[in-house]
């Protein structure tokens, strides 16, 4: 197909994106209601313990026992200072004209480290907790690793075959190596502190990055904000600080916004972004291998739609040559063997895998349960009421639509594949923006008070989520 023709097909897809029609209504009072109640009975469920520790031998709902009791309205008052930040936003966002969004994404920014710095300071050991996560063998083990470097050359050469800690054994060395150069800036006792802020604040410009990530679904910056302030609410966002699981969504919306621009062209800068992003990701953690998935859905979806494979190809041809030049310019710098540090992360982590005794079935339904525990469970209705509005205006070649389905058959094919079982509240953390952008479209929709209390409920969850169950420990 010739490139004229593409355009047309591009232009025809985008006008029909733009007709929109019925389906850009709100929801109705009972599905406001609806969303409402499952929020409140989650809250309750949580505030009485409901679903955790069962007798030893039988399954758990969820992994993030034993329940603790930091007090739910004491937490609620340390967590709520951000809030009116993420309110504000919502509200200068109602203008039928919003205004750059440059401030109100810098606040949601802020507001995100103010989450997680309040989070640390909810426990009763407050900041000093911080430093001691990221030291903790069994929370996280990079640190540790990180202070044993000596010649760093000599290192990535023999990383695949040398003795790591725990958590470090089923990673590449990027977590490694950015402790590494923490260490050497701020010396290998204040590092650890240094470390984690620069993990928390790196994590908050997720913010940002989801106002272009939902900008793949619509150009309305009204519905990019509010995925901006949802995204800034996901609870396993503060939960899970500091651990590199919270940056991992970045890298997530990253590979996905180059890999559309780089189909929908020209794109051969977007296709070498893609390729850098992906050496990145795979640098820092191997479960984000599983992205192809998408990668692969959307490119079949952008085959039938354009009827043009031959794009596709050269595209996919960029991609892997940039992720394979990269690999290839390290392993000459370094001697650092890409396959063979798969190869035993892998081995250990099929060890790991049968000591925990996750089974496959019983675990289909529990992952998907603790994933959406991570999204703040609102997310499950409010993406329910989403898709049935969708379907009742079901339009293939409709971008946004297609995106959505693409979005939420890779979490699916991720949890029926097997191969991340468990603890997906934060292992399938970097999965959260492709749930995100979807809910965000319908929620843009609200009236301000309904929007307002949906957005304060989702607050209240992370609250309650904080005080009573335990995510992250030294």
């Known amino acids: 197909m010739g490139k004229k023709a593409r355009q047309r097909r591009l232009r025809r897809g985008k006008e029909q994106e733009a007709a929109a029609p019925a389906d850009r ?36 709902l969820t992994h993030w026992t034993p329940w603790r009791d930091l007090g739910i309205f004491r937490t609620s008052a340390i967590l709520f200072a951000p809030f009116p930040l993420i309110a504000w936003v919502l509200w200068r966002a109602e203008k039928d004209s919003p205004p750059r969004p440059s401030l109100s994404l810098a606040l949601l920014a802020l507001s995100s480290v103010g ?104 150009a309305d910056r009204r519905t990019r904000l509010t995925a901006s302030a949802w995204y800034t609410l996901i609870p396993a966002l503060t939960l899970f ?67 043009d494979p031959r794009t596709l190809l050269r595209i996919s041809g960029i991609v892997l040559g940039t992720f394979a030049s990269l690999y290839g310019a390290l392993w000459l710098a370094t001697g650092f063997h890409p396959v063979e540090a798969l190869r035993r992360a892998l081995a250990v982590q099929a060890v790991f895998g049968a000591e925990l005794h996750r089974r496959y079935w019983p675990f289909i339904a529990l992952d998907l349960y603790d994933f959406f525990l991570g999204a703040g469970m609102l997310a499950f209705a409010l993406l329910l009421i989403q898709l049935r509005r969708q379907f009742r205006h079901w ?57 307002l209390a949906i957005f304060a409920l989702q607050w209240w969850i992370l609250a309650c989520l904080k005080a009573k169950m335990t995510f992250l420990d030294a």
């Not at 209504?25 to 609806?34: C, D, N, P, S």
């Not at 984690?196 to 939902?214: E, H, R």
């Open 25 to 60: 209504a709100g929801m109705t009072a009972v599905e406001y209601w609806a969303v409402l109640g499952l929020g409140i009975a989650f809250c309750l469920a949580v505030a009485v313990q409901l679903g955790g520790t069962t007798p030893e031998g039988s399954l758990q």
């Open 115 to 218: 989450l997680q710095a309040l989070g640390m300071m909810a426990d009763p050991r407050g900041l000093e907790l911080l430093p001691r996560i990221v030291v903790s063998p069994a929370a996280t083990s990079y640190y540790i690793d990180a202070v044993r470097i000596g010649r760093l050359t000599e290192w990535l050469r023999h990383y695949h075959e040398i003795g790591l800690e725990y958590h470090s054994l089923t990673h590449p060395p990027g977590p490694i190596l950015f402790y590494y150069l923490v260490a050497k800036l701020f010396g290998p006792v204040r590092g650890a502190a240094a470390g984690g802020w620069a993990v928390g604040v790196l994590a908050s410009c997720g913010v940002i990055v989801m106002y272009w990530f939902a900008g793949l679904w619509t």
């Open 395 to 451: 339009d293939a070649r409709r971008k946004d639509q297609a995106l959505t389905l693409i979005s939420l058959a890779t979490i699916l094919t991720v949890d029926l594949s097997g191969l991340l079982r468990g603890e997906t509240a934060r292992v399938w953390l970097f999965l959260q923006p492709l749930l995100a952008a979807p809910v965000a479209l319908g929620l843009a929709k609200a009236p301000w008070r309904w929007k």
């Open 241 to 307: 600080f500091p651990e590199f699981d919270q940056v991992y969504p970045i890298l997530t919306m990253l590979l996905a916004i180059c890999w559309v621009k780089a189909l929908e062209g020209p794109g051969a800068k977007a296709a070498l972004g893609a390729g850098a992003v992906l050496f990145l990701a795979t640098f820092f953690a191997y479960n984000l291998l599983v992205l192809g998935v998408f990668l692969a859905y959307y490119g079949l979806y952008w085959v039938w739609r354009t009827r």
